[in-house]
């Protein structure tokens, strides 16, 4: 998505805004601000002996005036911008993004919350960027009302935005020490056309022993089924802790398969299919510097698929803050190919401070060829360090691949990260 000029001048509207309002709400205010230059290459070579390969150098920057915590007005802003210098590969290719924009008022009893721009909207069903207004407030003790309206980012605009829409909230009821329980829902028109309507709870529940239950369902008024239920009970004894859990999908009522829905996984939508999968992972904290996890997954397809089960057994040794290497063995035991193998891997990151080095390798060996291929590599290295009293970082890594997919698969990153943080006094607003 590449911002039109309106875009810009209308988060240069909101910035001017803030400069003009926020410094009345404090003595001081903070600026924080962050640039980050990502530099990604890859070497891929396909079918035929064909390759593909691109050099894309992202530009990422973040500013927070004042502080999200800090009762009082603060601007907060993150976007990107994207130039690809490969040769044979969406050669000089360019976009950008505004991923969130958004001025927050915070009340001094911190029981009001109000934000206005670009943001994103984690609640219950809603897990969406809008263009828009969020509020939220404590309406009497332990009962929570959040609601939000505005224009999906999400949506594409060949149509025009005219008729975009997204509106929703949630209510919660919680009591510290016993339970948290919500109510949600999400409206979502595209053109004029209602495309998405889903209600959806959420539990956090504390049982006697320190057990929690953990889950949210959600319902689709749209298709009328179920969309997801996911469930999860945490049991904590002595050393041991377990995790039991229970997942379910309908892909007819999770997916939308418009064709401008950002979601990569909505030819699933109409497929029928619905997936279910049940298991628990034990954890053993034998120490502070051991961990051990052993992990069991039931996949049960109702089309397509066959039922599958994951078994493998994770080990984790600590040495330090930043520092620790893992191990892990397991079995995906299925009547596929795909869901058929052995899969060993290890991996580290060692702090040496300033400087760290990190490490991942994984090896998969399936049980039958797929594209003529039995068997799957991953490799990692990486490194960084931060210089000049942590005023600047640079993150290096290099990634090679291969499986029945793809003969030969190299990645590298450069990351280069540069902090900016002042505190403004502000004596001269008060005069206002």
């Given at each position: 998505?590449?911002?039109?000029?309106?875009?810009?001048?209308?988060?240069?509207?909101?910035?001017?805004?803030?400069?003009?309002?926020?410094?009345?709400?404090?003595?001081?205010?903070?600026?924080?601000?962050?640039?980050?230059?990502?530099?990604?290459?890859?070497?891929?070579?396909?079918?035929?002996?064909?390759?593909?390969?691109?050099?894309?150098?992202?530009?990422?920057?973040?500013?927070?005036?004042?502080?999200?915590?800090?009762?009082?007005?603060?601007?907060?802003?993150?976007?990107?911008?994207?130039?690809?210098?490969?040769e044979?590969?969406?050669?000089?290719?360019?976009?950008?993004?505004?991923?969130?924009?958004?001025?927050?008022?915070?009340?001094?009893?911190?029981?009001?919350?109000?934000?206005?721009?670009?943001?994103?909207?984690?609640?219950?069903?809603?897990?969406?960027?809008?263009?828009?207004?969020?509020?939220k407030?404590?309406?009497?003790?332990?009962?929570?009302?959040?609601?939000?309206?505005?224009?999906?980012?999400?949506?594409?605009?060949?149509?025009?935005?005219?008729?975009?829409?997204?509106?929703?909230?949630?209510?919660?009821?919680?009591?510290?020490?016993?339970?948290?329980?919500?109510?949600?829902?999400?409206?979502?028109?595209?053109?004029?056309?209602?495309?998405?309507?889903?209600?959806?709870?959420?539990?956090?529940?504390?049982?006697?022993?320190?057990?929690?239950?953990?889950?949210h369902?959600?319902?689709?008024?749209?298709?009328?089924?179920?969309?997801?239920?996911?469930?999860?009970?945490?049991?904590?004894l002595?050393?041991?802790?377990?995790?039991?859990?229970?997942?379910?999908?309908?892909?007819?009522?999770?997916?939308?398969?418009?064709?401008?829905?950002?979601?990569?996984?909505?030819?699933?939508?109409?497929?029928?299919?619905?997936?279910?999968?049940?298991?628990?992972?034990?954890?053993?904290?034998?120490?502070?510097?051991?961990?051990?996890v052993?992990?069991?997954?039931?996949?049960?397809?109702?089309?397509?698929?066959?039922?599958?089960?994951?078994?493998s057994?994770?080990?984790?040794?600590?040495w330090?803050?930043?520092?620790?290497?893992?191990?892990?063995?397991?079995?995906?035991?299925?009547?596929?190919?795909?869901?058929?193998?052995?899969?060993?891997?290890?991996?580290?990151?060692?702090?040496?401070k300033?400087?760290?080095?990190?490490?991942?390798?994984?090896?998969?060996?399936?049980?039958?060829?797929?594209?003529?291929?039995?068997?799957?590599?991953?490799?990692?290295?990486g490194?960084?360090?931060?210089?000049?009293?942590?005023?600047?970082?640079?993150?290096?890594?290099?990634?090679?691949?291969?499986?029945?997919?793809?003969?030969?698969?190299?990645?590298?990153?450069?990351?280069?990260?540069?902090?900016?943080?002042?505190?403004?006094?502000?004596?001269?607003?008060k005069?206002?």
């Amino acid at each position: 998505m590449v911002l039109s000029v309106q875009s810009w001048r209308s988060v240069l509207i909101v910035v001017v805004g803030l400069l003009l309002l926020a410094p009345a709400a404090s003595p001081a205010t903070d600026l924080h601000m962050a640039s980050e230059t990502i530099m990604r290459g890859f070497e891929r070579k396909i079918e035929n002996g064909k390759e593909l390969d691109a050099v894309p150098v992202y530009q990422y920057l973040q500013l927070d005036y004042g502080n999200l915590k800090s009762p009082g007005l603060s601007l907060h802003a993150n976007g990107w911008g994207r130039l690809n210098l490969g040769e044979r590969y969406n050669d000089k290719d360019t976009a950008g993004e505004l991923l969130h924009a958004y001025l927050q008022y915070l009340s001094p009893g911190r029981d009001l919350l109000v934000r206005a721009g670009r943001q994103y909207v984690f609640e219950g069903v809603a897990k969406d960027s809008i263009d828009g207004v969020y509020a939220k407030t404590e309406l009497i003790p332990a009962l929570t009302l959040s609601a939000y309206a505005g224009s999906p980012v999400t949506l594409g605009a060949a149509k025009g935005r005219q008729g975009d829409l997204i509106l929703g909230g949630k209510i919660s009821h919680s009591r510290p020490g016993l339970y948290d329980l919500g109510i949600s829902y999400k409206y979502l028109a595209d053109n004029g056309k209602r495309d998405e309507e889903s209600v959806g709870t959420d539990l956090t529940l504390l049982l006697p022993g320190s057990v929690y239950l953990l889950g949210h369902s959600a319902y689709n008024l749209v298709s009328g089924g179920w969309k997801e239920h996911s469930y999860e009970l945490r049991l904590p004894l002595k050393q041991f802790a377990f995790h039991p859990f229970f997942q379910h999908y309908s892909y007819d009522d999770y997916f939308s398969n418009r064709s401008n829905s950002a979601n990569p996984f909505r030819f699933l939508k109409d497929t029928g299919n619905a997936l279910t999968v049940a298991g628990t992972e034990a954890f053993w904290y034998l120490s502070e510097q051991q961990e051990y996890v052993l992990r069991f997954k039931n996949y049960d397809y109702d089309q397509r698929f066959s039922s599958s089960q994951l078994y493998s057994l994770l080990a984790i040794w600590k040495w330090k803050i930043h520092t620790e290497m893992g191990a892990e063995f397991g079995r995906m035991q299925g009547n596929d190919a795909e869901n058929s193998y052995f899969l060993g891997r290890g991996y580290f990151f060692w702090n040496l401070k300033p400087w760290f080095v990190t490490g991942d390798l994984m090896y998969v060996s399936y049980d039958q060829e797929i594209y003529n291929r039995d068997s799957a590599l991953f490799a990692s290295l990486g490194g960084g360090s931060k210089f000049m009293d942590d005023a600047f970082s640079v993150k290096l890594s290099f990634d090679y691949s291969y499986d029945p997919y793809f003969d030969e698969d190299y990645r590298w990153m450069l990351k280069l990260g540069v902090p900016f943080d002042k505190t403004f006094e502000t004596s001269f607003w008060k005069n206002w």
